[in-house]
């Protein structure tokens, strides 16, 4: 079996060295020729929009995927008409945008951080009056590892908050006000479905970051609260069957706390 990856970083490498021991040939496509899983499996090198390199990639594939959510959807569209593709194009262009997915998780009973979409200074100002402050301030779309993002913490942070990301959104300025909460660890409920529908969990990690990027994750040993767990696993399994998911999602979470007892979980981001 030959499978293809949009996209040559770490995840590919990895995809492509687990592939190996399931005797799954792993194919990567990269805008870089230096992209490190050409270490470990072919790759294949070419522009995004270069429809005779993305021909390269997906020749002889049984099926196509992609390691992160930033592959731009012409990309994985174009091999979605040619080559059975997954996870669904739906999940990869929410996951794109932040109001797109804070709407979707939403619609799937799993409530995100408060949030308010802002598209211009006076938008930002009333949003921080409804949210209140410390918040984060974040571009929709093309943000990660802590970029595409600015803290606030007093009102005299707006201009300087509105000013760098609104310059770096382009012409059509689209930010979303995140407020804050106040949580005891995040972690991610890891889901996988197949084509025949079902579904199954693995066990919670709980994740740690530096700088805004994830160093490690480990076992979550038991939820906070189980009921919440439950919860969020439902909700997970119902927005992956609402798209015809096939393959695994990570929903991230936060973990709030109150009293020293366990909280809800709330809702972040699909990855």
Same mark, same amino acid.
């Given at each position: #079996?030959?499978v293809?990856?949009?996209g040559?970083?770490q995840?590919?490498? #990895?995809l492509?060295l687990a592939?190996h021991?399931?005797?799954?040939?792993v194919?990567?496509?990269?805008p870089d020729?230096?992209?490190?899983a050409g270490?470990?499996?072919?790759?294949?090198?070419?522009?995004?929009?270069d429809?005779?390199?993305?021909?390269r990639?997906?020749?002889g594939?049984?099926?196509?995927?992609?390691? *992160?959510e930033?592959?731009? !959807?012409?990309?994985?569209?174009?091999?979605? %008409?040619r080559?059975e593709t997954?996870?669904a194009?739906?999940?990869?262009a929410?996951a794109?945008?932040? #109001?797109?997915?804070?709407a979707l998780l939403?619609?799937?009973g799993?409530e995100?951080v408060?949030?308010?979409?802002v598209?211009?200074e006076?938008q930002?100002?009333?949003?921080v009056?409804?949210?209140?402050l410390?918040?984060?301030?974040k571009?929709c779309?093309?943000?990660y590892? @802590?970029?595409?993002?600015v803290v606030?913490?007093?009102a005299a942070?707006?201009?300087?908050a509105?000013?760098?990301?609104s310059s770096a959104?382009?012409?059509q300025?689209r930010?979303?006000?995140?407020?804050?909460?106040?949580?005891?660890?995040? !972690?991610s409920l890891?889901t996988?479905?197949g084509?025949? @529908?079902q579904?199954?969990h693995?066990?919670?990690?709980?994740n740690?970051? %530096?700088?805004?990027i994830?160093?490690?994750s480990?076992p979550?040993?038991?939820?906070?609260?189980?009921?919440?767990?439950?919860r969020?696993?439902a909700?997970?399994a119902?927005?992956m069957?609402?798209l @015809?998911?096939?393959?695994v999602?990570?929903?991230e979470? *936060?973990?709030?706390?109150?009293?020293g007892?366990g909280? %809800?979980l709330?809702?972040?981001? #699909?990855?």
């Amino acid at each position: #079996m030959i499978v293809g990856a949009l996209g040559g970083g770490q995840l590919g490498r #990895m995809l492509a060295l687990a592939g190996h021991r399931l005797g799954v040939q792993v194919r990567c496509f990269d805008p870089d020729a230096e992209a490190c899983a050409g270490q470990v499996t072919e790759l294949v090198v070419g522009d995004y929009h270069d429809t005779a390199a993305l021909g390269r990639l997906i020749a002889g594939c049984d099926a196509v995927t992609y390691e *992160f959510e930033n592959v731009p !959807i012409e990309a994985a569209a174009w091999c979605a %008409e040619r080559v059975e593709t997954h996870p669904a194009i739906a999940a990869l262009a929410a996951a794109q945008d932040r #109001m797109e997915e804070k709407a979707l998780l939403r619609a799937h009973g799993l409530e995100p951080v408060p949030h308010m979409l802002v598209e211009s200074e006076l938008q930002l100002r009333e949003a921080v009056e409804t949210i209140g402050l410390p918040a984060v301030l974040k571009t929709c779309r093309g943000g990660y590892d @802590g970029k595409g993002q600015v803290v606030l913490r007093k009102a005299a942070d707006i201009p300087t908050a509105w000013a760098e990301l609104s310059s770096a959104a382009g012409a059509q300025v689209r930010l979303v006000l995140e407020g804050f909460i106040a949580f005891s660890r995040e !972690i991610s409920l890891l889901t996988v479905r197949g084509k025949d @529908g079902q579904v199954r969990h693995y066990d919670p990690v709980c994740n740690e970051h %530096e700088g805004g990027i994830l160093v490690r994750s480990r076992p979550a040993g038991e939820a906070a609260d189980p009921a919440s767990l439950d919860r969020a696993r439902a909700g997970v399994a119902s927005l992956m069957a609402g798209l @015809g998911y096939v393959g695994v999602l990570a929903v991230e979470f *936060f973990e709030t706390a109150s009293g020293g007892e366990g909280g %809800e979980l709330v809702a972040n981001e #699909m990855a």
